[in-house]
């Protein structure tokens, strides 16, 4: 936990006076070779909010003299300035080399703060002995996406519009496998699909050559998300690893029900068979799961319902910026998160 | 109506619109890409009757990290003419959210570096802005390369100045400074940000402010406006009453975004597939069917064939960038050729 001591002495190596100034929060993003949306969405709408009240720099290395800094690439840092808060921004378990945990836990460690984005993260540190852990999970931009005013309904006689709202990745962690199965076992006359994400021309081609009907749009202007949202019947999410997905809560909050494997967010905000359905991974399980929704207009009304239900519990971006600023407030004024 | 942006150029349609914004003293912001700086200083100064302080514009971006295609920033012009004073740009800075202290002070800055001549126009639209906790004053982070430059126009009367690599845009230490301009897009992308309409002609800046979602006014003869995701004829009285008061939806909806993306995959296929064998050949490999190809012209496009077109533009599409408006503006120039004939 940042001391007092050290706050003053950042204060007084700033030369201002802690009370009136604005806090400087440096976001510390480690490497300049790679590029993250969600990095920079997330960095942009604390910004956008900061009013007087903070300042925001982004780095690849830490700046001299922050009051606080955030780091986003933890693994990469050979030790952290304080005080520092880590965000975990990927799953804990995922295997991948870049990603492995042994490369994260001695940061994390070193960190006054670790924000992790869902409670299943926080257990999986705790369980390493990281204590000085929370949870600010991904919010839901109620200016895109407003609370819903009723339950969505079936289109009668279309097919179930399945939604995919992802950017590929080449090591598949979303899932792509998983897609490309569905496709073989889901029949096209009783689905249809809309692609939203870079790179997805791959599974849109797919999808399109198994005979079902798909929108596919490679980039969507985030103000037409809400257009998206009341395209389609269901989101769906085959990830193997998640933090989030920021698209759970989007759609979630959109009163849209969401069919997702168990990563990130989802055992935090899915409740099973009332806002959407736990997958398993298994194509053919997942497959008959989704064919029985497909046939059943009552079952698919009930979700519908139980999304617009819950619509209204997801947080709002607001909420969660508001949430990083009482962490930045407390660590650079040396008090309790 | 916060802040409009145009594209100027030597254009009959952006004469037309700069002379009626004249004739009502409405001041306004425009905005131009490095290709076209050179281009809009000279029109400017022609037309406003302000002092061109040297010809080196051209010269002085070369010492920029730019990519030729990017917007470099905001201009300030007066409507009467004359060489734009410092105290008018107060008004530029009204027209952006009090809130945004960052944006505003880059708009600032943008506007002010138009009175030190190009050079420092181009330093300051380059640079990124920040204010000064301790003094309030504005610091113009200039790059290292623009050194002398900025002593020579006596730039510390206005900026508290900061001099940064211009190779790695990073300070002296490697880092990044500042904040949200981490690299030399941003400047568009805040204005864009900032903006609740969007102004143009049929440019690079149409296609960049379509892909954010903006619905454009445009002026003059844009070919997209058949696809009707943009306000055509801005020269109408009412509508350009109506922009300017708030009242023209300015946001493309869900429909005229699916219109645009199709115009822009129609545009594609004009240039990707021509009517050869080895072309056709490529194009059933890529579709997988001979049925798939789409059609080569322009009339022929609808909503069914929607689909197959983006499998040829997804390259176009899907990745950001500056050299889309590029792209789609000699794209473009290829098919009116191609319908003229």
């Known amino acids: 936990m940042a001391s007092p001591q050290r706050t003053e002495v950042n204060n007084f190596r700033r030369g201002v006076n802690s009370v009136h100034a604005p806090l400087a929060v440096n976001h510390v993003l480690s490497t300049g070779l790679l590029d993250s949306i969600i990095f920079d969405d997330i960095i942009m709408r604390l910004a956008s909010r900061a009013g007087a009240r903070f300042e925001f720099h982004r780095s690849v290395?830490?700046?001299?003299?922050?009051?606080?800094?955030?780091?986003?690439?933890?693994?990469?840092?050979?030790?952290?300035?304080?005080?520092?808060?880590v965000t975990v921004h990927h799953d804990p378990d995922d295997p991948y080399f870049w990603l492995r945990l042994r490369r994260f836990l001695p940061r994390w460690r070193e960190a006054d703060v670790v924000i992790c984005i869902n409670n299943a993260h926080q257990r999986r540190l705790q369980a390493e002995g990281i204590q000085n852990t929370m949870v600010i999970p991904h919010g839901v931009d109620r200016s895109v996406l407003p609370v819903p005013g009723e339950p969505r309904r079936r289109r009668p006689g279309e097919p179930l519009r399945l939604g995919i709202v992802s950017r590929r990745h080449k090591r598949g962690f979303k899932g792509e496998d998983r897609m490309h199965a569905l496709f073989d076992r889901l029949n096209p006359e009783h689905f249809a699909f809309t692609?939203?994400?870079?790179?997805?021309?791959?599974?849109?081609?797919?999808?399109?050559?198994?005979?079902?009907?798909?929108?596919?749009?490679?980039?969507?202007?985030?103000?037409?998300?809400?257009?998206?949202?009341?395209?389609?019947?269901?989101?769906?999410?085959?990830?193997?690893?998640?933090?989030?997905?920021?698209?759970?809560?989007?759609?979630?909050?959109?009163?849209?029900?969401?069919?997702?494997?168990?990563?990130?967010?989802?055992?935090?905000?899915?409740?099973?068979?009332?806002?959407?359905?736990?997958?398993?991974?298994?194509?053919?399980?997942d497959a008959a799961t989704l064919s029985d929704l497909a046939e059943s207009t009552d079952d698919m009304g009930r979700l519908m319902d139980g999304a617009f239900a819950t619509a209204g519990e997801i947080p709002s971006w607001d909420a969660i910026i508001a949430r990083h600023f009482e962490v930045y407030r407390a660590l650079a004024e040396g008090g309790q998160v | 109506m916060k802040v409009a942006l145009f594209e100027p150029s030597s254009s009959a349609g952006m004469r037309i619109i700069r002379g009626a914004l004249k004739e009502h003293g409405i001041s306004y912001v425009s905005v131009a890409s490095a290709s076209r700086l050179d281009d809009t200083i000279t029109h400017t100064v022609a037309e406003f009757g302000g002092v061109r302080r040297n010809g080196a514009s051209a010269a002085g971006m070369t010492h920029m990290v730019l990519r030729p295609a990017n917007i470099l920033g905001a201009w300030f012009f007066e409507p009467e003419g004359g060489t734009p004073r410092i105290k008018d740009i107060g008004w530029f800075a009204r027209l952006l959210p009090p809130a945004d202290t960052a944006q505003r002070?880059?708009?600032?800055?943008?506007?002010?570096?138009?009175?030190?001549?190009?050079?420092?126009?181009?330093?300051?639209?380059?640079?990124?802005?920040?204010?000064?906790?301790?003094?309030?004053?504005?610091?113009?982070?200039?790059?290292?390369?623009?050194?002398?430059?900025?002593?020579?126009?006596?730039?510390?009367?206005?900026?508290?100045?900061?001099?940064?690599?211009?190779?790695?845009?990073?300070?002296?230490?490697?880092?990044?400074?500042?904040?949200?301009?981490?690299?030399?897009?941003?400047?568009?992308?805040?204005?864009?940000?900032?903006?609740?309409?969007?102004?143009?002609?049929?440019?690079?800046?149409?296609?960049?402010?379509?892909?954010?979602?903006?619905?454009?006014?445009?002026?003059?003869?844009?070919?997209?406006?058949?696809?009707?995701?943009?306000?055509?004829?801005?020269?109408?009285?009412?509508?350009?009453?109506?922009?300017?008061g708030d009242a023209v939806r300015s946001q493309l909806n869900y429909e005229e975004y699916c219109a645009f993306e199709t115009?822009?995959?129609?545009?594609?296929?004009?240039?990707?597939?021509?009517?050869?064998?080895?072309?056709?050949?490529?194009?059933?490999?890529?579709?997988?069917?001979?049925?798939?190809?789409?059609?080569?012209?322009?009339?022929?496009?609808?909503?069914?064939?929607?689909?197959?077109?983006?499998?040829?533009?997804?390259?176009?599409?899907?990745?950001?960038?500056?050299?889309?408006?590029?792209?789609?503006?000699?794209?473009?120039?290829?098919?009116?050729?191609?319908?003229?004939?």
């Open chain 2, 263 to 341: 115009y822009v995959a129609s545009v594609l296929c004009v240039e990707a597939i021509r009517d050869t064998p080895a072309s056709r050949a490529e194009a059933v490999r890529r579709l997988g069917a001979p049925d798939r190809v789409p059609p080569l012209r322009l009339e022929a496009v609808g909503p069914n064939k929607r689909k197959i077109f983006l499998q040829i533009c997804g390259e176009f599409l899907r990745t950001p960038g500056p050299w889309v408006g590029d792209a789609c503006f000699i794209l473009e120039q290829r098919i009116r050729r191609i319908v003229n004939r």
């Open chain 1, 61 to 85: 290395s830490p700046l001299p003299k922050m009051d606080v800094y955030h780091y986003h690439r933890a693994n990469r840092e050979s030790r952290l300035k304080h005080p520092a808060v």
């Open chain 1, 195 to 285: 692609i939203v994400g870079a790179d997805r021309d791959t599974e849109a081609v797919a999808a399109h050559r198994k005979g079902f009907e798909v929108s596919f749009h490679p980039r969507l202007p985030y103000g037409l998300f809400g257009a998206l949202y009341g395209r389609i019947d269901m989101l769906v999410i085959l990830s193997y690893w998640e933090a989030g997905p920021a698209c759970l809560p989007e759609a979630l909050g959109s009163g849209i029900p969401v069919a997702t494997t168990g990563v990130g967010m989802a055992y935090d905000l899915v409740q099973d068979g009332i806002n959407g359905i736990l997958l398993t991974g298994d194509a053919d399980c």
């Open chain 2, 105 to 244: 002070d880059m708009a600032v800055a943008s506007a002010i570096g138009i009175m030190g001549g190009p050079g420092a126009a181009t330093m300051v639209t380059g640079s990124v802005m920040r204010r000064c906790p301790e003094d309030g004053r504005l610091t113009l982070l200039v790059a290292n390369s623009l050194r002398d430059t900025a002593v020579r126009l006596n730039l510390k009367e206005i900026f508290n100045l900061e001099f940064v690599s211009d190779t790695a845009h990073g300070n002296e230490e490697g880092n990044e400074t500042g904040f949200p301009l981490d690299n030399d897009s941003v400047p568009i992308e805040i204005l864009f940000r900032n903006a609740d309409a969007v102004l143009c002609q049929d440019t690079p800046l149409l296609y960049e402010s379509l892909r954010r979602g903006f619905k454009p006014v445009v002026v003059g003869d844009a070919l997209c406006s058949v696809v009707g995701c943009v306000h055509a004829a801005p020269t109408d009285d009412a509508l350009m009453a109506g922009l300017l």
